[in-house]
């Protein structure tokens, strides 16, 4: 990406806003569009401001996190969406993924790696820390049931290259294959994990013992 990365903060408390919002304002590369209180608000927000990176907290009174990323999703907002919650066991986690968000951080989570998480997940990278993903395996909730068939080796090296939120283009590159041929062995994982996009595909890999 060129330019600064816009963002959007959403979270109903005031003091944690503030705290986001300096924390980006003082480093370089990133630009605070607006913020939100609740995902109601978000939705508009967003539509308003078009960010490329939304921050969005779960817990939210007069307004979930999951909703408001189901209805981005719905309307097919151009921003990536960033949990950022205190809660490492919430059980909104994997929803608010499948809903479409791109990633989920704690708000523990030093400033480096919320900067990086924010650069990656503006690049529509997936953001989903080793830390936080085993702690999803009593909210990992597959829509089918899984296959048994264990994974290629070759397709355990794409997902290990998923994980550490390496594009497409980058996992090609590195392993010596088309960009195609990377599609393809994640749409054979995706089936063999019983899962529909890489955030899910990286959650029950660790809730499975494959990653980790």
């Known amino acids: 990406m060129t330019g600064d990365i816009s963002l959007l903060i959403v979270d109903d408390h005031p003091v944690v806003r503030d705290g986001l919002r300096g924390m980006f304002a003082s480093a ?3 630009t605070v569009l607006g913020e939100a209180s609740d995902g109601v608000e978000a939705v508009e927000r967003a539509a308003a401001l078009d960010p490329d ?3 969005m907290d779960l817990r939210m009174p007069g307004g979930g996190g999951v909703d408001a990323i189901r209805e981005l999703t719905r309307r097919a907002a151009r921003a990536k969406v960033l949990v950022l919650t205190t ?8 929803p608010a993924i499948e809903a479409g968000a791109t990633g989920y951080l704690l708000k523990d989570a030093p400033r480096d790696e919320l900067f990086t998480a924010v650069r990656a997940a503006a690049e ?3 953001v989903l820390s080793p830390a936080v ?7 990992v909730r597959s829509p089918r049931a899984p296959a048994n068939e264990p994974l290629s080796a070759r397709e ?3 997902l290990t290259l998923v994980a550490r939120g390496t594009s497409n283009r980058e996992i090609a ?3 010596f294959i088309s ?11 995706y089936a063999k994990l019983g899962v529909n996009d890489r955030a899910a595909a990286v959650a029950t890999a660790y809730q499975r013992g494959i990653l980790g």
């Open 87 to 94: 809660y490492d066991t919430d059980s909104d986690t994997l």
């Open 53 to 55: 990176v939304i921050l």
């Open 124 to 126: 529509g990278r997936t």
């Open 173 to 175: 590159r590195e392993l």
């Open 133 to 139: 993903a085993s702690r999803l395996v009593s909210a």
């Open 28 to 30: 370089p590369g990133f």
């Open 156 to 158: 355990r090296e794409v």
């Open 179 to 189: 960009e195609a041929t990377v599609k393809t062995h994640l749409t054979h994982l």
